[in-house]
Nanobody
């Protein structure tokens, strides 16, 4: 199983980025997908998730700025980030979980089965 995350970069506050996570060697449509982030010295935190059925969930600080989606045919998940803020600066990771559960209950890193490498997002003020 491989998850390849990409799309990070250096942007000014207020701008947008779209992160992409491409999965291989797993039945992608049967997995929930989560995006997490980790800033230096901080714990990895859940940012957004999308269930097998397309239901989504977000942390409050990104709820009206970020949008998670998936394309099962392409085995790809996306995180569209708009109106970025300096506090969004972190390494972003995608992960998948084989789960039938409500995505709102799937926010702990330990609940996810496979992880991609991080992609760095840096937002300058």
């Amino acid at each position: 199983v491989q998850l390849q995350a990409s799309g990070g970069g250096l942007v000014q506050a207020g701008n947008s980025l779209t992160l992409t996570c491409v999965a291989s060697n797993l039945p992608f449509s049967t997995y929930a997908v989560g995006w997490f982030r980790q800033a230096p010295g901080k714990e990895r935190e859940f940012v957004a998730g999308i269930a097998r059925n397309g239901n989504t969930d977000y942390i409050d600080s990104v709820k009206d700025r970020f949008s998670i989606s998936r394309d099962n045919a392409k085995r790809t998940a996306y995180l569209q980030m708009s109106r970025l803020k300096p506090e969004d600066t972190a390494a972003y990771f995608c992960a998948v979980a084989f789960s039938f559960s409500d995505i709102r209950t799937f926010k702990r890193p330990s609940q996810y089965n496979y992880w991609g490498q991080g992609t760095q997002v840096t937002v300058s003020s």
